[in-house]
């Protein structure tokens, strides 16, 4: 093989691996999208973030659903670099292909949301590392820290309640 087929093979894997990113994302309820939002205007403002992240998976996902609108939400997913800088904003799958020489972020993240909308107390809970730094303990302290949110509140935990993917 060439090195000029290797390279429109890559570039064309790129492109379909953000596409699908692309299109996870927009198959995320809207009660799960806004804390993808949340957590990626978080990661956005690091001064040690240079590249534009972009939604990559969700592992794990968990709505506790109470009464009067109000739902508990916990989120776990990765952001994946893309070859494009931090700020850039057409941020196309075409434009901004999937970076595969960065590791990836590891993002919890757990909220209370009233008819749609993240509410500010409790105060949303958003953890993002780097997956190599990522340890199980770390994961451990996400998941306790959630399930207090919820249960402080009278609720039943998170993470044993309504689970989809």
Known sequence: MSRLQLLLLLTAGAFVSSAEA???YDQLPDDFKIGVDLALEQL???ASIR?????????SKTKTETSFSVNYIYHNFYFKP??????????SPK???FRNDRPLIDCAVCYKTF??????????YINCVHKPALTEDMKAKRVEHCDKMAYSSGTVTLLGSKKGN
């Open 22 to 24: 692309q299109a996870a």
């Open 44 to 46: 956005r403002s690091h």
């Open 51 to 59: 590249h534009h992240f972009l939604f990559f998976k969700s592992l």
């Open 82 to 91: 893309t070859k494009c800088a931090k700020g850039t904003t057409d941020a």
């Open 95 to 97: 434009r901004c292909p």
């Open 115 to 124: 008819s749609g909308t993240i509410e500010s107390e409790p105060k949303p």
